[in-house]
């Protein structure tokens, strides 16, 4: 079974053009562990594009480890077996803070976000929906500026960055992307209320089911193939 199943099956294609259901959750402090999983299985060349440098597996760990989920926004997507296939990060930053000293808002804070999806994975819409997810929780979270700072020859970020409308800023091969939001509205609070409990229910029904295939493989004495979904 691949590690992919759980979004695919959600929608079989009808055409190649089609793209599997995507669910996003908030993620918290259960899932560090996950997250450090999912960072160390980026290759030299990710990590290059996702932290600006090529970070060593210690540099990886200890940025997993201080993860602040209080402070910031941490999505994910998960497959079958529980492993995050995609994580966005959305850091809040005071307006001052930031480098560009708030000089595309007047809101207390600015957003950025960070990306990265398993190379498994990539080309089936995971990396665009958590993009959308974090701009519709800024939206709610009365942030009204994203961020993004990229390599300029990152073709794929770029083409997302371009599809969601950014202003993008190119200097000396990095590229800083930026989107202007719309404020919150009752939909958009709506929505991502709706996202988040379909995504809670999806995770929910995905324990389930690999807490009741161990159970049933222990009960078997591991004979038992795993029945198909
Ligand atoms: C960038 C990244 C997050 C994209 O994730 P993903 O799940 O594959 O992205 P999606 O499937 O949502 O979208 C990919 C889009 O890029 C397009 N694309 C693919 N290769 C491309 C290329 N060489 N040039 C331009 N566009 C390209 C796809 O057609 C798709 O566009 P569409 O939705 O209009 O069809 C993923 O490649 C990744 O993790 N890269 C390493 C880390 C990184 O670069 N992070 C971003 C910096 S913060």
């Known amino acids: 079974m691949s590690s992919t199943n759980s979004i695919s099956n959600q929608t079989e294609p009808k055409n190649g053009t089609e793209k599997p259901v995507v669910r996003v959750k908030v993620l918290s402090e259960r899932d560090r562990r996950r997250l450090l999983n999912h960072f160390l299985a980026l290759n030299d060349n990710d990590r290059l594009l996702r932290f600006g440098s090529v970070l060593t597996d210690e540099l990886v760990t200890r940025y997993a480890q201080r993860l602040d989920f209080e402070r910031d926004t941490i999505f994910g997507v998960y497959d079958d077996n529980l492993r995050l296939l995609g994580v966005g990060h959305l850091a809040f930053i005071a307006r001052d803070a930031h480098p560009n000293r708030g000089s595309n808002t007047l809101k207390e804070r600015v957003a950025e976000f960070g990306v990265s999806v398993d190379a498994k994975a990539r080309g089936m819409g995971i990396g665009s929906h958590l993009f959308r997810r974090a701009a519709i929780h800024c939206r709610n979270e009365d942030v009204d500026t994203l961020y993004m700072h990229c390599l300029s020859t990152n073709k794929v970020m770029m083409h997302i960055a371009k599809k969601a409308g950014m202003s993008i800023q190119r200097d000396y091969g990095e590229a800083d992307a930026y989107l ?50």
Not at 185 to 211: C, F, H, I, W
């Open 180 to 229: 202007r939001l719309e404020p919150a509205s009752p939909g958009t609070v709506l929505r991502e209320a709706m996202d988040e409990q379909v995504a809670t229910l999806d995770y929910g029904l995905k324990a389930n089911a690999k807490a009741a295939l161990k159970w049933w493989t222990r009960l078997s004495g591991g004979k038992i193939d795993k029945p198909r979904s």
